[in-house]
């Protein structure tokens, strides 16, 4: 299943750019899926409709109705727990979503979408670039923390607890807290495994100018942190050249100007030209000329590579691609087995590689868009001979 994740800086037409994608998808002989979770439904509303095309399927999302679910079902699971603290149970019709529920519903979303196999291709028509970055990191983060609050080792302790139980005269709500953590796991990690698959991309969409140019290269930047590729930047809503207009031709030069930096930094940008006017419905769509989702790109690697014997005895140097990362808002953090990775907003916690474990952080540098980090082998840690 091909999977296109569509996001940019806000208002520069993402629903837009991801109905004319789904589109051009369908029409060319793909089940497409695209799915959007907008509290107006826009994305319904730029197709016309839900019979664009035969093989296209859109699938608005209800956040509020599973967030409700999920709540009250949690609530039943501790009820020995909430009954012991004297705690007043909560109706369903009180209920309303709290932040975050869009998010999860968008995660559950393409989790099941890879689970029925009944689409060639799916387009989820994201949030803004920022919150885009935050959903798509959620897994792995949220994981962490189960693990970390959570461990599964301890879990063999579980059949202690009825005994335990009875000795206090308590109810211990540890079982189902385990129960519950480990189907979040389960869950969590088939999101992850969609959003990390070969076949899973990032559609970037951005209006050329200044403002626009700043968020590609911080969302970029971001995506790369992540280990997210990009199947295209697309410049949207493209003035036509001709124009006697001086107010038009300023922005023309303007826009013209920012593609020709996009073109000599990104690999791939497409043009969408400006229609005059919103589009909407099937023939709208497809005047913009959006490209069809390509074949998925090689996956972002983070290699390690041995460094010269030269370079100050350093053994490892690992290679993290940062694009449009600034070297003033850069991080870095050794903490255990892990490294805390920041760059502008964007933050990571990445696991080391089994070598680099045994090793500790000589020095790192930011070249030509990769922060290049360095290890030298600690001789408490590294095998004799070695």
């Known amino acids: 299943m091909r999977t296109l994740l569509v996001t940019g800086p806000g208002g520069s037409g993402r629903t837009t750019v991801a109905a004319a994608t789904a589109l051009a998808a369908a029409r060319s002989g793909h089940r497409t899926l695209v799915i959007g979770a907008d509290r107006t439904d826009t994305l319904r509303a730029v197709l016309g409709g839900t019979d664009a ?25 501790a009820a020995s727990a909430l009954d012991l603290l004297g705690a007043e149970r909560l109706d369903g019709e009180e209920l309303t979503p709290l932040p975050g529920s869009v998010e999860l519903a968008l995660l559950r979303a393409l989790r099941d979408a890879a689970g029925e196999g009944a689409h060639d291709t799916v387009v989820v028509d994201l949030p803004p670039a920022p919150e885009a970055l935050a959903l798509l990191a959620l897994p792995e983060q949220l994981r962490r923390y189960l693990r970390r609050l959570l461990p599964p080792e301890r879990q063999a302790a579980r059949a202690l607890r009825p005994m335990l139980g009875r000795l206090a005269g308590v109810p211990m709500p540890a079982a189902w807290m385990y129960e519950t953590a480990a189907r979040g796991e389960a869950e969590l990690a088939a999101a992850q495994a969609v959003v990390e698959a070969p076949t899973t991309t990032v559609r970037l969409v951005a209006e050329p100018g200044p403002a626009g140019a700043d968020a590609v290269a911080a969302t970029a930047t971001g995506l790369a942190l992540q280990g997210l590729r990009t199947d295209l930047l697309i410049a949207n809503r493209v003035l036509p050249d001709a124009s006697t207009d001086t107010w038009l031709a300023a922005l023309c030069a303007q826009q013209h100007k920012t593609l020709d930096e996009w073109d000599a930094t990104y690999e791939q940008v497409g043009r969408v030209r400006h229609l005059g006017h919103d589009p909407r419905g099937a023939d709208d769509l497809t005047a913009l000329r959006v490209p069809a989702p390509t074949a998925a790109s090689d996956p972002i690697e983070w290699p390690v590579t041995r460094a010269p014997a030269d370079e100050d005895g350093h ?16 991080g870095l953090i050794r903490r255990g087995d892990e490294l805390v990775v920041t760059a502008g907003a964007h933050r990571r916690i990445v ?9 500790t952080v000589a020095g790192a540098g930011l070249r030509e868009g990769e922060l290049r980090v360095r290890f030298a082998p600690d001789p408490d840690l590294w095998p004799q001979g070695r």
């Open 351 to 359: 696991t080391l590689p089994s070598a680099l474990r045994r090793c």
């Open 53 to 77: 095309h035969p093989g296209l399927t859109v699938r608005h999302l209800a956040p509020a109705d599973r967030f409700r679910d999920d709540l009250l079902a949690l609530q039943e699971r």
């Open 315 to 330: 053994a490892y140097v690992w290679h993290i691609p940062l694009p449009g990362a600034v070297r003033e808002q850069l």
